[in-house]
Structures are given as C-alpha cells and as structure tokens.
C-alpha cells in the first residue's frame, strides 16, 4: 500500500507539468455562402507558423493563443483573416468562405455568311463599319501623294494686263456649264457601301422578275446567294443604284446566271 502512494506521488507531478505546458487549440468549421461545407482549406497560425487542412466536413483544429492571427485561404475563394479572442479559446470558430468571381475571357467567333441578306446583316454593326472606315483612312494617309503640287507662277497683280482674258474666261465659262449640265444627266459612279448594297439587291427582289430562278426550284436563301454573286461579279449596285433600270438590270442578271450555273447547284 505504501509503494503504491509512493508511485502516485512521483506521477502526480508529471500530469501537472503536462498541464502546465500544454498548448491552447481553437476549433471551428469553414463553409461557404450557402452553409456548405469546404474541405481541404488552408488554415494558417500566422503569428506561430502553424499550419493544418480542414477535413471532408470542413472542420479544423489548430494551435492557438489569444490575439494569434489565423488566415483562412483556398483557391477560388476570397482569403479571410481572424484575429483570436478569448471567446474563440472557449467555442468552436465558424468561418464564412465567399467564392472569387472568376473573370471569363473574351471569346471571338468569326461568322461565315450564309447568303441570307437579311441573316448577314444582323453580324455587320456599326463597329465593324467604324472599323473599315478607320482602316481606309490610315491607309489613305500613308499612300504616296497623286495628285501634282501647284505651280510656281507670278500673280497677274505683277504681269501686264492680258486683253483676250475675258473672251477666254468666257469660253471656259460656258464650256463649264456644258460639263455640268453632262455630270448632271449622268449620276456620278461611285463603290457603294453595305446598307447601299443591302438595300439595292432588296430593290431588285421587289421590282425584276424573278420568275427564271423560282421556275428552277430555287428557294428564297439560294436566290439571295445568286444575287450576291451577281452583284459582286457585275458590279450592279455600283453602276445601277442610283440609275435603277429594270430591263438593263435584269439583262445583267440573266447573263450572271449563265455563269454562276456552271458553278453551282440549281434548285433542290
């Protein structure tokens, strides 16, 4: 009996130096927005350099003293710091997790026209238009000068004066009006845009006649694609958009048919 309370003495003092250094921890759980828990995240002692995972119910366990800072880090989430209490060493820690945006980078896709006027012109904004514009205008910047300098003359305030000057300012006078009165008859040819060109094939769907594709089995979009064919191979909104003739314009189009079916599949 008397060894036995001389054991429990020797061992009694081992439990209370046990006590003495042992380590303060803090538990809690980590989840995210929803209350759902998050495993495998990152829980660092920053003022010890501690460091543990919580587990698959996303609960932890770590080494801690009070006003111990400890981060909270996963990928794909916001980083959350906690700086430790009195209250913290007493109850489990429930920390909150809210997921980082994730940022989805631009994605482009060239589309490919189908020949539907109406489809295509959904896909060319004014952007694009802008785009072209801007393009041309660098482009016209950096081309070499084409047109002549002026030449070096004496101002006629310095020359004698020329008595047969006014008989030909006369001539050129009217020989001007003549090149007007031509310019005016005869509308200027100019490349047209692509709200020109859309509106001029739409114009030819109103007013040619048509019947030689529909009478061939040809469907509205295969009609639309000979068009756009026909206009970029003769040009036709260029030369007839502003002198719209029907019989010289439906001329042109049965000679691009000739070629285009040579080409290409008629009706179904």
């Known amino acids: 009996m008397k060894s036995q309370i001389t054991r429990s003495l020797y061992i009694l003092p081992w439990f209370v130096a046990a006590d003495l250094f042992a380590q303060n921890t803090i538990s809690g759980k980590i989840v995210d927005e929803n209350d759902i828990s998050i495993n495998d995240v990152l829980v660092v002692n920053i003022s010890n350099n501690k460091s543990i995972h919580s587990n698959l119910s996303g609960q932890f366990v770590i080494e801690a003293e009070e006003n111990d800072e400890i981060r909270f880090v996963k990928e794909g989430y916001y980083r959350s710091d906690k700086k430790i209490s009195r209250d913290y060493l007493n109850s489990p820690l429930y920390v909150h997790l809210l997921k980082a945006e994730t940022l989805i980078p631009e994605v482009k896709i060239s589309y490919k ?27 016209y910047m950096r081309s070499p000068l084409k047109e002549p300098l002026p030449k070096n003359t004496i101002s006629q305030t310095f020359t004698g004066h020329n008595f047969s000057a006014g008989q030909i300012d006369l001539v050129r006078t009217f020989l001007a009006g003549v090149g007007l009165i031509k310019k005016a008859v005869k509308p200027k040819i100019t490349k047209p845009d692509y709200n020109e060109t859309i509106n001029f094939i739409s114009r030819i769907k109103l007013e040619i006649n048509l019947d030689f594709m529909t009478e061939l089995g040809m469907d509205e979009e295969q009609i639309d694609q000979f068009l756009v064919y026909a206009n970029d191979t003769r040009e036709l909104a260029k030369k007839y958009r502003k002198n719209f003739k029907n019989h010289v314009i439906e001329s042109e189009l049965k000679i691009a048919f000739k070629e285009y079916r040579k080409t290409n599949t008629i009706g179904n």
């Open 113 to 139: 026209p189908t020949g539907n006027l109406e489809r295509n012109s959904k896909y060319y904004g004014e952007g694009k238009r802008l785009a072209e514009l801007e393009s041309s205008m660098e482009e």
